[in-house]
């Protein structure tokens, strides 16, 4: 009778066990995520500003507000948003925030369970015996302890990363502006050069003929010889810093190095005052992109070494299974895997954390002060540039004066013309050194403005999601 049943029971158990694989085989395929190529580019840029977009809705509240119209050229503020929407470097910035991202979703993600299945076949057949099986699954309990400091420290680090993108989003709005100044700095330099060449050459035949004649020895044709070569080296220098701000203005806007660009307008300028500069000073932790990247950094790092004491504990793992023998006796029990914390007890993983968040905490005090610090400097020397620029706009303006009524003597004949290159030289260097430190000028300005934590950068609309990300 005991055989009978046990026949007739084991067609039934293995039914059940094909089953039981065949249900786990189909849910881990189904839950598969599935693989498409991503085909490299060509990395040529844009062929022109027409085929670049600045959508409006991403801008700063500051950006967002100015009208986008690059048709009639690219003033300062469109500058800084096509910045915005097209830099390769922010680019990869959000594709760590992506990454970031899905490490957060994957940190709130339950630890699967264990399936384990086996068969045991006797060696001989007959005497009663029969196939025996042993199915189990088990759960890593030690896993799901730590589950919630994993999740606190992924949040935290994905917070961290999407300020630090709004961070460099907000830097490469100053680096639009500062490059905007720059090229059109430049570029009035070199208008100013090409003048001035353009007056020296009625020099040079002059000189020559003189020299042909025997009327001026070499040393005395040297000044009007040197001053147009001086120019032309100038002109040459200035072409080549011309070439690179421009290409690093193409690089930032994301555009073909050979696709025209034309800016119009007027530069940036921003002038906060003492008030203004002592506020942000005030706010400056609860303002800057950068000092709350630390600090949801170090926030990060609280929860990673919570999450290093509780790993301290034993790991613990509970599992149930269910087996039958070769005799065809049913068994049904459970299992506990401890381990003992006898040598290790995770004490190397929660010295480096704590030596970790030391180093964190003294990053963020060290960044605050020298912010602090870099704003005094840079307000100090916008107060000496200024008093600079007016100085030498007085400067330039009384030898321009000068310049022209010696141009006028020249050519009445009244004027020798070593002289008046004299004064043309000095005209010019006034003329270079008043566009230098008008260039210098608008660089601390606006390196003072992104230090300020200026309030066009809304964390609101950047917020850290957790959700799965898109296969």
Same mark, same amino acid.
């Given at each position: 009778?005991?055989d009978?049943?046990?026949?007739?029971?084991?067609?039934?158990?293995?039914?059940?066990?094909?089953?039981t694989?065949a249900?786990?085989?189909?849910?881990?395929?189904?839950?598969c995520? $599935?693989y498409?190529p991503?085909?490299? &580019? =060509?990395?040529e &840029?844009?062929?022109?500003?027409a085929?670049?977009v +600045?959508?409006?809705?991403?801008?700063?509240? $500051?950006? #967002?507000?100015?009208?986008?119209d690059?048709?009639? *050229?690219?003033?300062v503020t469109?500058?800084?948003?096509?910045?915005?929407a097209?830099?390769?470097?922010l680019?990869?910035? =959000?594709?760590e925030?992506g990454?970031a991202r899905?490490? @957060?979703?994957?940190? *709130?993600l339950?630890?699967?369970?264990?399936?384990?299945?086996?068969?045991?076949?006797?060696?001989?057949?007959?005497?009663?015996?029969?196939?025996a099986?042993?199915?189990?699954?088990?759960?890593?309990?030690g896993?799901?302890?730590?589950?919630?400091?994993r999740?606190?420290?992924?949040?935290?680090? %994905?917070?961290?990363?999407?300020?630090?993108?709004? /961070?460099?989003?907000?830097?490469?709005? #100053?680096?639009?502006?500062?490059?905007?100044?720059q090229?059109?700095?430049? =570029?009035?330099?070199q #208008?100013?050069?090409?003048?001035?060449?353009?007056a020296?050459?009625?020099?040079?035949?002059?000189?020559?003929?003189?020299?042909a004649?025997?009327?001026?020895?070499?040393? !005395?044709?040297?000044?009007?010889l040197?001053?147009?070569?001086?120019?032309?080296?100038?002109?040459?220098?200035?072409?080549?810093?011309?070439?690179?701000?421009?290409?690093?203005?193409?690089?930032?806007?994301?555009?073909?190095?050979?696709?025209?660009?034309e800016?119009v &307008?007027?530069?940036?300028r921003?002038?906060?005052?003492a008030a203004?500069?002592?506020?942000a000073?005030?706010?400056?932790?609860?303002?800057?992109p950068?000092?709350?990247a630390?600090?949801? &950094?170090?926030?990060?790092?609280?929860?990673k070494?919570?999450?290093?004491v509780? +790993?301290?504990?034993?790991?613990l793992?509970?599992?149930?299974n269910? #087996?039958?023998?070769?005799?065809?006796i049913?068994?049904?029990?459970?299992?506990?895997g401890?381990?003992?914390?006898l040598?290790d007890?995770?004490?190397?993983?929660?010295?480096?954390?704590?030596?970790?968040?030391?180093?964190l905490?003294?990053d963020?005090a060290?960044?605050v002060?020298s912010?602090? !610090?870099?704003?005094?400097?840079?307000?100090?020397?916008?107060?000496?540039?200024?008093?600079?620029r007016? @100085?030498l706009t007085?400067?330039?303006r009384?030898?321009?004066?000068?310049r =022209?009524?010696?141009?006028?003597? /020249?050519?009445?004949?009244l004027?020798?013309?070593?002289t008046?290159?004299a004064?043309r030289?000095? !005209?010019?260097?006034?003329?270079?050194?008043l566009?230098?430190?008008?260039q210098?000028?608008?660089?601390? $300005?606006i390196?003072?403005?992104a230090l300020?934590?200026?309030?066009?950068?809304?964390? %609101?609309?950047h917020?850290?999601?957790t959700?799965?990300p898109?296969?």
């Open positions: 009778m005991h009978a049943s046990r026949q007739r029971h084991l067609p039934a158990t293995r039914s059940g066990l094909r089953m694989c249900v786990a085989v189909t849910l881990v395929v189904s839950a995520a $599935s498409a991503l085909p490299l &580019g =060509r990395g &840029g844009a062929a022109g500003v085929q670049l +600045a959508p409006t809705a991403d801008m700063p509240p $500051s950006l #967002a507000t100015h009208r986008f690059p048709a009639d *050229g690219l003033d469109e500058t800084a948003m096509l910045a915005v097209n830099s390769p470097a680019k990869l910035k =959000r594709d925030l990454v899905a490490q @957060a979703f994957a940190a *709130g339950l630890p699967d369970p264990q399936l384990s299945v086996g068969e045991d076949f006797p060696q001989h057949s007959g005497g009663g015996l029969t196939t099986f042993n199915l189990g699954i088990s759960e890593d309990i896993a799901l302890l730590t589950r919630s400091s999740r606190a420290a992924a949040r935290s680090q %994905a917070g961290q990363v999407n300020l630090d993108l709004l /961070w460099a989003e907000w830097q490469t709005v #100053a680096q639009a502006r500062l490059l905007f100044d090229v059109l700095n430049l =570029r009035a330099q #208008a100013r050069l090409a003048s001035e060449q353009a020296l050459e009625q020099v040079t035949p002059y000189v020559q003929a003189a020299l004649a025997g009327n001026l020895t070499y040393d !005395s044709a040297s000044a009007g040197n001053a147009a070569a001086d120019v032309r080296k100038q002109q040459a220098d200035n072409a080549v810093a011309l070439h690179q701000a421009d290409s690093d203005l193409h690089m930032l806007l994301g555009l073909a190095p050979t696709a025209p660009l800016l &307008g007027a530069p940036y921003v002038a906060p005052t203004q500069l002592q506020q000073l005030a706010e400056l932790p609860r303002r800057r950068d000092l709350l630390l600090q949801a &950094g170090y926030q990060s790092q609280e929860a070494l919570r999450g290093a509780r +790993a301290q504990f034993p790991a793992n509970i599992g149930f269910s #087996a039958r023998d070769t005799s065809a049913y068994t049904h029990g459970f299992s506990v401890l381990t003992l914390p040598f007890r995770n004490r190397g993983n929660i010295a480096i954390e704590r030596a970790t968040r030391q180093q905490k003294d963020y060290s960044r002060l912010t602090r !610090s870099d704003m005094q400097r840079l307000a100090a020397d916008l107060a000496t540039l200024d008093r600079q007016e @100085a007085v400067h330039a009384q030898l321009a004066d000068a =022209r009524a010696a141009e006028q003597a /020249w050519r009445q004949g004027l020798d013309w070593p008046w290159l004064i030289s000095r !005209s010019l260097a006034a003329d270079l050194d566009l230098a430190v008008q210098q000028q608008a660089t601390q $300005s390196a003072l403005e300020l934590g200026n309030t066009d950068v809304d964390i %609101a609309t917020p850290v999601s959700q799965a898109t296969p």
